[in-house]
């Protein structure tokens, strides 16, 4: 079992930056895969970023790459997603979630199998 708890969210202005932190109890957040997804009002959940659990190998969107840098610290048990950059269209409210997935997959919600509550971004024009 993986308890996740999203921090970080808030109000920043366009062009502003943000950091979530993702912090994950248990001993074998090592053997997770992790994600970041967001849910914009009115549109489906999707994934914005993922990081195999050696950190080896990250997966981004279109939308946010260049401005979207997503890490771990296994030591720490913490995924982190620093923001910059950011459009009021990144608005949304953003969630990680755990799994062990293979990395065909991993910006495919449905394969993880922990999720934490979400945290509000919201960024103003």
């Known amino acids: 079992q993986v308890q996740l708890v999203e921090s970080g969210g808030g109000l920043v202005q366009a062009g502003g930056s943000l950091r979530l932190s993702c912090a994950a109890s248990g001993r074998t957040f090592s053997m997770y895969d992790m994600g970041w997804f967001r849910q914009a009002p009115g549109k489906e959940r999707e994934c914005v970023a993922a990081?195999?659990?050696?950190?080896?190998?990250?997966y981004d969107v279109d939308p946010v790459k260049g401005r979207f840098i997503i890490s771990r610290d296994n030591a720490q048990n913490t995924v982190y997603l620093q923001m910059n950059s950011l459009k009021p269209e990144d608005t949304a409210v953003y969630y990680c979630?755990?799994?062990?997935?293979?990395?065909?997959?991993?910006?495919?919600?449905?394969?993880?199998?922990?999720w934490g509550q979400g945290t509000q971004v919201t960024v103003s024009s």
């Open positions: 990081i195999k659990r050696t950190g080896d190998d990250t």
């Open positions: 979630a755990a799994g062990r997935i293979s990395y065909s997959n991993i910006r495919v919600q449905a394969m993880y199998d922990y």
